[in-house]
Nanobody
Framework: QVQLVESGGALVQAGGSLRLSCVASVNIFGINAMGWYRQAPGNQRELVAAITSGGSTNYADPVKGRFTISRDNAKNTVFLQMNSLKPEDTAVYYC?????????????WGQGTQVAVSS
């Protein structure tokens, strides 16, 4: 089992920045991929950014050039640096971990952290 705890959500003005953190209960070096998803009211949960154990990253088009995902294996933590925030970035942000071991795949989610961007 992997437990994920997010923090860093807040209310911020458009153009501002926030850094989200996700601390895992296990050594993230062995986690195949970690990422951030978000869900706005009335919308489906969508991928924001992901990072593999090898450090490869992937971003959703709306956040490219503004958001940066990174991981600190020593601290079992994944970060999402969000710059130039827009009102449409308002959502609950969820941390996600994907593991694969001997053919078994598992997905884990955090409880979410609220990000609100005012215009």
């Amino acid at each position: 089992q992997v437990q994920l705890v997010e923090s860093g959500g807040a209310l911020v003005q458009a153009g501002g920045s926030l850094r989200l953190s996700c601390v895992a209960s296990v050594n993230i070096f062995g986690i195949n991929a970690m990422g951030w998803y978000r869900q706005a009211p009335g919308n489906q949960r969508e991928l924001v950014a992901a990072i593999t154990s090898g450090g490869s990253t992937n971003y959703a088009d709306p956040v490219k050039g503004r958001f940066t995902i990174s991981r600190d294996n020593a601290k079992n933590t994944v970060f999402l640096q969000m710059n130039s925030l827009k009102p449409e970035d308002t959502a609950v942000y969820y941390c996600h971990a994907h593991t694969e071991f001997l053919g078994y795949k598992s997905d884990y989610w955090g409880q979410g952290t609220q990000v609100a961007v005012s215009s």
